[in-house]
């Protein structure tokens, strides 16, 4: 393992205040218990706080910001946070107006999460983001997993909850946006959980992980390579096939955003070429994509792949899309 | 049950834990994202540590600030399940008079009825239930026959192994594993090792003359 680290066990301390110091203008960091809040409190709003395990960098902390997150509390790497962290995090950002949690639908968040809601004071809510479509049968799953499409739920509940609306109403949009996303991975390499030395699964060289999490978790599928084509051609079947399951057809929601995820060690070019290959076939099947974004928005550590995520838009979410934000990994209108 | 047991059993989970680093990585490794040993070492750690805080309470709150000590320590599934298991284990205990084994038993299935609770999970699922719930049954089922407390430790030793290695068979549907389906069978699941190994830890302390 070649990282940069000065001793393991500091690294999420070491990270994090890097964070902090580079977005000091943003964010306010507090490490005992863990967590980040926004730099100026907002008032009378529904708070939106978030976190997760970290080694998905910039989810959550790097959303922290006007028109989004009021607080993250990050986990160890690739475990979720804990109970005192949300409990502190809340007692710092609510402002009258009932705290929203947005969590990732994994065993370890949901519970922890429900743990805080439980012990919280405040009137509260939480959404589970579900957006991967690559668990295929739910019978055998406590559900599917979140993944890239929780940015565009924090971005699209954060704008709301900007407008003054109440907590049901904040609730309301984020299951709805949930709802309106599908995602699907694809691993080329392993990553590697820094205190473990070593890569958390065995891939070939001329070896793909279809369908793989943002923790390396092995996904539905072991596959040959292939050309980009073949392979994005797959993911954007799934996608479609899932959208006709959830009976959100494709008549009804023409408009969609495209969004193409990084896992940590995929260059911008490779991006940019499965952006190219995606925007065409969804065109093909009648999709228009009127929004983009391409980037390292949600990633796993190290791994090499990507994951390509389709929101269906409305007017309703397209607004809340396109509104101003200003945090450390998403600016823009302001 | 003595506060001082608790605190030598914990000593003793701790260095189960360290010696199985590599078991329990490669477990976890296999089905799940490779956390486990990470988690486990560190929520031992922090209960090591607050050893001489946990001296001068009763068994009682002793094993309740186990468990809040693990909910703000461990995180991911792990932290939240085994907080509920100490927490609600202490709570039975103090709810019920004398000292007997069945006492211990009881509070041991309540621990046990958190997890299934909180997980929202059950037997067979190939989850660390796969050994709670056949351990927890079988103290249960000996300490109602009044059997000896070495009869009893060598049992649950041997009821956990059973339950661990029938997870090896079993398809995951709740937690990381649950994603990959069939694929999971074949590897026995971490945390039901875990569960399997802090159990033979504590009664094989017990068993020492």
Same mark, same amino acid.
């Given at each position: 393992?070649?990282?940069?680290?000065?001793?393991?066990?500091?690294?999420?301390?070491?990270?994090?205040?890097?964070?902090?110091?580079?977005?000091?203008?943003?964010?306010?960091?507090?490490?005992?218990?863990?967590?980040?809040?926004?730099?100026?409190?907002?008032?009378?709003?529904?708070?939106?706080?978030?976190?997760?395990?970290?080694?998905?960098?910039?989810?959550?902390?790097?959303?922290?910001?006007?028109?989004?997150?009021?607080?993250?509390?990050?986990?160890?790497?690739?475990?979720?946070?804990?109970?005192?962290?949300?409990?502190?995090?809340?007692?710092?950002?609510?402002?009258?107006?009932?705290?929203?949690?947005?969590?990732?639908?994994?065993?370890?968040?949901?519970? #922890?999460?429900?743990?805080?809601?439980?012990?919280?004071?405040?009137?509260?809510?939480?959404?589970?983001?579900? +957006?991967?479509?690559?668990?295929? #049968?739910?019978?055998?799953?406590?559900?599917?997993?979140?993944?890239?499409?929780?940015?565009?739920?924090?971005?699209?509940?954060?704008?709301?909850?900007?407008?003054?609306?109440?907590?049901?109403?904040?609730?309301?949009?984020?299951?709805?946006? #949930?709802?309106?996303?599908?995602?699907?991975?694809?691993?080329?390499?392993?990553?590697?959980?820094?205190?473990?030395?070593?890569?958390?699964?065995?891939?070939?060289?001329?070896?793909?992980?279809?369908?793989?999490?943002?923790?390396?978790?092995?996904?539905?599928?072991?596959?040959?390579?292939?050309?980009?084509?073949?392979?994005?051609?797959?993911?954007?079947?799934?996608?479609?096939?899932?959208?006709?399951?959830?009976?959100?057809? =494709?008549?009804?929601?023409?408009?969609?955003?495209?969004?193409?995820?990084?896992?940590?060690?995929?260059?911008?070019?490779?991006?940019?070429?499965?952006?190219?290959?995606?925007?065409?076939?969804?065109?093909?099947?009648?999709?228009? =994509?009127?929004?983009?974004?391409?980037?390292?928005?949600?990633?796993?550590?190290?791994?090499?792949?990507?994951?390509?995520?389709?929101?269906?838009?409305? +007017?309703?979410?397209?607004?809340?899309?396109?509104?101003?934000?200003?945090?450390?990994?998403?600016?823009?209108?302001? | 049950?003595?506060?001082?047991?608790?605190?030598?059993?914990?000593?003793?989970?701790?260095?189960?834990?360290?010696?199985?680093?590599?078991?329990?990585?490669?477990?976890?490794?296999?089905?799940?994202?490779?956390?486990?040993?990470?988690?486990?070492?560190?929520?031992?750690?922090?209960?090591?540590?607050?050893?001489?805080?946990?001296?001068?309470?009763?068994?009682?709150?002793?094993?309740?600030?186990?468990?809040?000590?693990?909910?703000?320590?461990?995180?991911?599934?792990?932290?939240?399940?085994?907080?509920?298991?100490?927490?609600?284990?202490?709570?039975?205990?103090?709810?019920?008079?004398?000292?007997?084994?069945?006492?211990?038993?009881?509070?041991?299935?309540?621990?046990?009825?958190?997890?299934?609770?909180?997980?929202?999970?059950?037997?067979?699922?190939?989850?660390?239930?796969?050994?709670?719930?056949?351990?927890?049954?079988?103290?249960?089922?000996?300490?109602?026959?009044?059997?000896?407390?070495?009869?009893?430790?060598?049992?649950?030793?041997?009821?956990?192994?059973?339950?661990?290695?029938?997870?090896?068979?079993?398809?995951?549907?709740?937690?990381?594993?649950?994603?990959?389906?069939?694929?999971?069978?074949?590897?026995?699941?971490?945390?039901?090792?875990?569960?399997?190994?802090?159990?033979?830890?504590?009664?094989?302390?017990?068993?020492?003359?």
């Amino acid at each position: 393992m070649k990282k940069f680290v000065n001793k393991i066990d500091d690294i999420l301390v070491e990270s994090l205040s890097g964070f902090g110091a580079a977005h000091a203008d943003l964010v306010s960091l507090h490490l005992d218990p863990t967590f980040a809040v926004r730099k100026n409190k907002a008032t009378n709003k529904v708070a939106i706080i978030s976190g997760g395990g970290s080694g998905h960098e910039p989810l959550h902390a790097g959303y922290i910001g006007y028109g989004m997150l009021d607080a993250a509390c990050p986990g160890h790497v690739f475990t979720s946070p804990t109970p005192d962290q949300m409990l502190a995090a809340a007692e710092l950002v609510h402002a009258n107006q009932g705290i929203l949690f947005i969590v990732k639908n994994y065993a370890g968040d949901v519970m #922890n999460f429900e743990m805080a809601a439980e012990m919280l004071a405040f009137e509260n809510a939480t959404v589970y983001t579900s +957006d991967d479509c690559a668990v295929v #049968n739910s019978t055998y799953t406590t559900g599917r997993r979140g993944v890239a499409g929780t940015v565009i739920v924090e971005k699209c509940v954060g704008s709301l909850a900007e407008t003054g609306a109440n907590l049901q109403a904040c609730k309301a949009l984020g299951d709805k946006v #949930n709802q309106h996303i599908s995602s699907i991975g694809i691993a080329l390499t392993s990553c590697t959980v820094p205190a473990a030395g070593r890569p958390t699964f065995d891939i070939g060289e001329t070896e793909i992980e279809m369908g793989v999490g943002i923790h390396g978790e092995p996904g539905r599928r072991r596959e040959a390579m292939r050309e980009a084509d073949a392979i994005i051609t797959d993911c954007v079947d799934a996608i479609l096939a899932d959208f006709k399951a959830k009976n959100l057809t =494709i008549e009804q929601n023409n408009e969609a955003l495209l969004l193409i995820n990084g896992f940590g060690a995929t260059p911008l070019m490779e991006l940019y070429l499965i952006y190219n290959v995606a925007a065409k076939l969804f065109k093909h099947h009648g999709i228009n =994509i009127s929004r983009s974004l391409v980037g390292n928005y949600t990633t796993a550590l190290d791994m090499a792949g990507a994951s390509v995520t389709l929101c269906l838009l409305d +007017d309703e979410i397209k607004q809340h899309w396109d509104s101003p934000v200003h945090t450390a990994a998403l600016r823009w209108g302001c | 049950m003595k506060t001082a047991i608790i605190i030598n059993a914990s000593h003793e989970i701790q260095r189960t834990i360290l010696a199985n680093e590599d078991t329990l990585e490669s477990l976890d490794r296999a089905i799940g994202d490779g956390d486990h040993y990470i988690n486990m070492k560190r929520g031992a750690q922090a209960i090591v540590e607050i050893e001489t805080e946990l001296a001068v309470l009763s068994p009682e709150a002793a094993l309740n600030k186990i468990g809040l000590k693990l909910l703000s320590t461990i995180g991911g599934a792990s932290g939240p399940l085994l907080a509920s298991f100490f927490i609600s284990m202490g709570k039975a205990l103090q709810s019920y008079e004398g000292e007997s084994h069945l006492k211990i038993a009881t509070a041991f299935a309540a621990g046990v009825q958190a997890i299934i609770q909180r997980g929202k999970a059950n037997l067979g699922e190939k989850t660390m239930l796969d050994v709670l719930i056949p351990v927890s049954n079988q103290f249960l089922l000996l300490a109602q026959q009044n059997k000896d407390t070495s009869v009893i430790c060598e049992h649950l030793i041997a009821t956990a192994e059973q339950g661990m290695l029938a997870t090896k068979d079993l398809i995951a549907t709740k937690g990381r594993a649950a994603g990959l389906g069939e694929r999971a069978i074949g590897h026995i699941d971490p945390g039901a090792k875990s569960c399997q190994l802090m159990i033979a830890s504590v009664c094989n302390l017990i068993l020492k003359p």
